[in-house]
């Protein structure tokens, strides 16, 4: 998908640009979903996170990802999602990354 958006920040970009490099990218999308992303865990090593925060996803992106309240949306470096926690939750995102993250 590449959808436009503006964050919460007032920057406006496509999806396919922010997915862009060699890092993880996780969606905070609705309002609330950005102060989620403070408490997530990420590690130190592998690669690196960055976090675009929407507060109003718009149809577009609300109708292709399922949204209808706070949403977080961890995207690999290749594009694919990896994980959708609803709810203001990250407990899909935690298991992943309890799977996938070196030790430390």
Do not use: C
């Not at 993880?24 to 925060?53: E, I, R, S, Y």
């Not at 949306?73 to 999602?81: M, Q």
């Amino acid at each position: 998908m590449n959808a436009a958006y503006t964050d919460i920040h007032g920057r406006s970009g496509r999806l396919h640009q922010a997915f862009r490099g060699p890092k993880f990218t996780l969606l905070a999308l609705g309002d609330g979903a950005a102060a989620t992303t403070a408490t997530l865990a990420w590690p130190a090593m592998g690669d690196p996170l960055d976090t675009l925060a929407v507060s109003d996803p718009g149809s577009g992106l609300k109708r292709s990802y399922g949204v209808t309240g706070p949403t977080l949306i961890l995207v690999r470096p290749d594009g694919y999602i990896t994980a959708v926690d609803r709810d203001g939750r990250h407990t899909d995102i935690e298991q992943f990354l309890e799977l996938v993250a070196p030790a430390a």
